[in-house]
């Protein structure tokens, strides 16, 4: 854990525990969407009027009175930043994300804030304005009025009060509604004060140690403030180089010359919010001893409880100095000294010192009361009144007690009687799945003699479930989708997190919908696999090092991880990217340790699945470690990133000239050509999973990753990251759907086949094409976009299909994707046809 940059500590003060916590799992909402923060705790500067009062502010939340939002009483100006809207969290946060929303107004609100700014304060007296690690203040907003947008804070704030000022140019009406992400302050610290970092000249080279994120006042001493100290993110072995792009040499460190501290130390001096009892001090160093920087030889901590320092110093000498040049954490026992300010001399070991993290483990102190022999005569129990309370008490548990029973009954009941209402669905589906086995290689030739009505026809995309009594028109879907999807038995594995943080359910790369309870079957032949069970080797977790978050869902998390010796451990006859001399860079998919049976089970049958892949376009599974919790899934890392991005970044590069004019005939010939080339791979992928009976269920570029020399394999971490949250839509908090990639079958049936995959992979394609310009059905609503589905569904040729790309041949527009949007499923082409013709285009 020590080798993870990305984290901060949190010290428990009931027990002398020190607690490492990833800095990414900080962002739980804080309270303005789950109610939490009570309306007296948000406050605005002016209000447009009573029913767009501060108390409206909260993110995605609707009480069913008001305008939805928050809009001050003028217009917000440029340059003025007088209107904000205040949240007070009663105590010290971490706060790591926040989120913004315009008016909502039951669909009539049209306004939003482009931009705003962040001051933040720990005492509601002094107040700072947040920045980036680059200096900007101003953070981008909304766009619509209904998206919510997420922006991560770099650095992170410790604050108790938050404002948002929004940002016009030029003057116009702004509403807003946010919500806070982080965790609480436990470390206590509320600030520090150093000397002013110095300038290294190395080699030629212009070094600086300055405090770039510090809070405070910068006079020469920074003081009152907090900064790189406190940011969560402490300093590479090599200080010349930085987490951060971009970054200046030194940037992750604080640090000093001995030239310039005659008596030898540094001072440092830390306060905090209350009287403490510190057990320690961790204190992250450099110790590159051949550039001149060593660990402090020596620390000497003064403690002050009221006024005056008391005169007995706390002195610890670490102990023999390690030979290895790599930073770490020093720890400095403070023998449970009580204090709220700490002041520590640190002497130098060598003409530089350089620190980048500070942390302490303490335990809130309770003073105690004078102790006496005599009885307060004010103090009388009421006897029957506290017999009065425990009988209600009891009352209360055995009612709740007998509703949980009553409802569990009846949830036994009812899956009694769902279960001998199928049981004739699952004979019928087994029977079907048996005859598909047999008939997997004249299924097409059979398709199109037979006229559908004879008993011999068998097709993939028959519905497996009758339409319920209750069934519905799509033009009425919207507000009965959740029932429709009980009633036909549909559920979707993505979820959202019942907190409603921004945390998202995890996708497989292969869904294996194999339960009753999924509702949409796919094609899954097991027999394919029969005697050919491949065992993954156990990979030591000791090799693996933790270098960032990619992603995180209900059950899991995805991390993307150094692993020593792995070209070693897979054989030399295994292509891998990356060489044998250094580290592999590998993405390692975690079960959490609480996760419930079932999720366990699932992770054990994904990883038996994707063992036995093995293409050139598919992510593969390279080794796993289910010897002791967290079970772990090790896979291919690209080091490209993801489809979408990568086309995001050529197409910046296009409009600044780096590639091809799209506007000249010859070029736009030519960079239509290597986008289908792209295609081309993704397409090879899913004709090998095709030909496993595989459905995907999240095609789009989000989830195809890019490697070197443009090498594109087919994933599944799209849905597990914040950056992809629109992509998809949340039914009522129950589940998530790319609604924009899926067929109309799969949202208003719930079938998820080949041919919905099919229909997902032209949707890809115009991604593609189009360079990720904009979200497919951009113009619609997710509610429009389901409506859409309904026109589908009626074939009264008002469906609204996706524009053909600027780039895109009239060949490929007519011929190959709106064939891939037939109504029909069966009229929809195979990736094997798919994939003869975009490798005759090119």
């Known amino acids: 854990c020590l080798k993870n940059p990305r984290m901060y500590f949190v010290y428990f003060t009931a027990a002398p525990l020190c607690l490492l916590v990833f800095s990414e799992t900080c962002r739980y909402p804080l309270g303005m969407t789950g ?75 049209n306004e939003f804030a482009q931009r705003y700014r962040i001051k933040y304060s720990r005492d509601g007296g002094s107040w700072m304005g947040w920045h980036d690690r ?20 770099e650095p992170p704030i410790v604050a108790r009060f938050v404002r948002f000022m929004p940002v016009t140019d030029p003057s116009s009406i702004v509403c807003m509604r946010v919500e806070l992400y982080g965790c609480e302050w436990l470390d206590g610290l509320v600030s520090y004060s150093i000397p002013d970092g110095h300038q290294m000249i190395y ?68 306060d905090f919010d209350h009287i403490r009892n510190f057990t320690s001090m961790k ?49 400095v026992p403070l023998g449970d000294r009580t204090a709220s300010s700490i002041k520590c001399r640190f002497h130098f070991g060598d003409q530089w010192l350089l620190f980048s993290e500070v942390a302490f483990q303490s335990g809130k102190t309770i003073r105690a009361l004078p102790f006496t022999t005599r009885e307060d005569p004010t103090h009388k129990v009421d006897d029957s009144n506290t017999k009065i309370l425990i009988g209600c008490l009891v009352a209360i548990i055995a009612i709740l007690l007998t509703v949980i029973v009553i409802i569990l009954w009846r949830q036994v009941w009812q899956k009694m009687l769902e279960k001998a209402s199928r049981r004739w669905l699952d004979d019928e589906l087994t029977a079907r799945l048996a005859a598909q086995t047999q008939a997997f290689s004249f299924l097409r030739s059979s398709q199109s003699s037979e006229d559908g009505s004879g008993s011999g026809s068998i097709s993939t995309y028959e519905r497996i479930y009758p339409a319920c009594a209750d069934y519905q028109e799509p033009s009425r879907l919207i507000r009965k989708l959740p029932e429709f999807a009980e009633c036909s038995g549909t ?29 949409s079957i796919t094609a899954v032949n097991m027999n394919l696999f029969a005697g050919s069970d491949l065992t993954l080797r156990e990979f030591p977790k000791e090799k693996l090092t933790f270098k960032e978050k990619l992603g995180e869902g209900q059950f899991g998390e995805v991390h993307l991880c150094e692993a020593e010796d792995m070209q070693d451990f897979l054989g030399e006859d295994t292509s891998t990217e990356g060489s044998s001399e250094s580290p592999l860079l590998v993405a390692v998919k975690m079960l959490r340790e609480d996760a419930n049976k079932n999720a366990r089970n699932d992770f054990l049958k994904e990883i038996r699945i994707m063992s036995r892949l093995r293409d050139p376009n598919i992510v593969r599974l390279l080794a796993v470690c289910v010897d002791t919790d967290p079970l772990c899934m090790i896979t291919e890392y690209m080091e490209n990133g993801d489809l979408n991005q990568f086309l995001c970044s050529l197409r910046l590069k296009t409009l600044t000239g780096g590639e091809a004019d799209q506007q000249e005939g010859s070029d736009e010939v030519r960079y239509s050509v290597k986008l289908l080339g792209m295609a081309v791979q993704v397409v090879s992928g899913m004709k090998y999973l095709s030909s496993l009976n595989f459905v995907h269920r999240d095609l789009a570029t989000r989830n195809c990753l890019v490697g070197k020399n443009d090498t594109i394999k087919i994933a599944d971490f799209g849905m597990s990251r914040n950056l992809y949250r629109g992509d998809y839509f949340r039914i009522q908090g129950r589940a998530v759907l790319p609604i924009r990639w899926m067929s109309w079958e799969s949202i208003l049936l719930g079938k998820f086949t080949m041919a919905s ?85 090119r």
């Open 35 to 109: 109610g939490q923060i009570q309306d007296e705790d948000i406050s605005a500067s002016s209000q447009w009027s009573e029913s767009t009062a501060a108390r409206f502010g909260r993110l995605d939340f609707d009480t069913g009175d008001g305008d939805g939002a928050w809009c001050p009483d003028i217009m917000s100006e440029p340059g003025g930043f007088k209107e904000y809207l205040q949240v007070d969290l009663r105590s010290l946060h971490f706060i790591t994300l926040v989120g913004t929303q315009g008016r909502h107004a039951d669909g009539m609100g």
């Open 757 to 841: 995959d099919v229909w997902a992979f032209g949707v890809t394609l115009w991604e593609i094409l189009t360079l990720c310009k904009e979200q497919p059905y951009s113009q619609l609503s997710d509610e429009q976009v389901i409506e859409n589905t309904g026109e589908f569904f009626r074939n009264q040729g008002k469906q609204v299909y996706l524009p053909k790309p600027q780039c895109c041949p009239d060949r490929i527009y007519v011929n190959l994707m709106l064939s891939c949007w037939r109504r029909n499923a069966k009229e929809r082409p195979s990736f094997q046809e798919i994939h003869a013709q975009l490798t005759e285009t």
């Open 491 to 519: 559920s979707s594995r993505a979820g959202v997190g019942s907190d409603g943080a921004p945390h998202y359910a995890e996708a497989d790369i292969i869904s294996l919908q194999e339960s009753s309870d999924s509702g």
């Open 134 to 153: 680059m200096g900007n203040q101003v953070v981008e907003g909304n766009k619509n009025t209904y998206d919510v947008v997420l922006k991560d804070l």
């Open 203 to 270: 080699r030629g080279l212009d070094v600086f140690f300055n405090d770039s994120v510090y809070d405070g006042a910068t006079a020469q001493r920074l003081t009152k403030g907090l900064g790189q100290l406190t940011d969560g993110a402490w300093g590479l072995d090599d200080f010349l180089h930085s987490h951060v792009p971009g970054a200046w040499p030194g940037y992750d460190y604080v640090g000093w010359s001995n030239k310039t501290f005659p008596k030898g130390y540094v001072e440092v001096v830390f």
């Open 283 to 331: 204190v992250h160093c450099s110790n590159m001893f051949s550039r001149g920087v060593r660990l402090f030889r020596q620390a000497t901590c003064f403690f002050r409880s009221e006024s005056e320092w008391e005169p007995d110093p706390m002195t610890f000498r670490p102990s023999a100095e390690p030979l290895s040049q790599s930073g770490r954490f020093v720890t």
